[in-house]
């Protein structure tokens, strides 16, 4: 995707999360490119969704795998409404291809 002038309702942590989703074993550098954010504000985004328990990393020779956790909740008291597993279909939906 690259990245983007501007500003997006979809954070990136949504982004990022979204990306680990649909890559779990991709390397920082691709989940940044498909995010649309730097490589060093990738991984600090990872660290917050591991912190917070929205995905675990471990790792696989010289790579990192990721595990995304749908069954998490919300991190936001305000988003009830919005599973992670909607969260994800929502940023889905809008990717470009």
Same mark, same amino acid.
């Given at each position: 995707?690259?990245? @983007?002038?501007?500003?997006?309702?979809? *954070? %990136?942590?949504?982004?990022?999360? #979204? =990306?680990?989703?649909?890559?779990? !074993?991709? @390397?920082?550098?691709?989940?940044?490119? *498909? %995010?649309?954010?730097?490589?060093? #504000? =990738?991984?600090?985004?990872?660290? !917050?969704?591991?912190?917070?328990?929205?995905?675990?990393?471990?790792?696989?020779?010289?790579?990192?795998?990721?595990?995304?956790?749908?069954?998490?909740?919300?991190?936001?008291?305000?988003?009830?409404?919005?599973?992670?597993?909607?969260?994800?279909?929502?940023?889905?939906?809008?990717?470009?291809?």
């Amino acid at each position: 995707m690259g990245r @983007r002038a501007g500003w997006s309702f979809v *954070t %990136s942590h949504a982004r990022v999360l #979204a =990306a680990v989703a649909a890559m779990p !074993d991709a @390397r920082v550098r691709d989940i940044a490119h *498909t %995010s649309g954010i730097t490589e060093r #504000a =990738a991984h600090r985004v990872l660290a !917050d969704l591991e912190r917070a328990g929205f995905l675990t990393r471990w790792r696989v020779g010289r790579r990192n795998r990721y595990t995304v956790h749908l069954e998490r909740g919300r991190c936001h008291p305000d988003e009830t409404a919005l599973p992670v597993p909607a969260l994800l279909a929502l940023v889905r939906l809008t990717e470009r291809p």
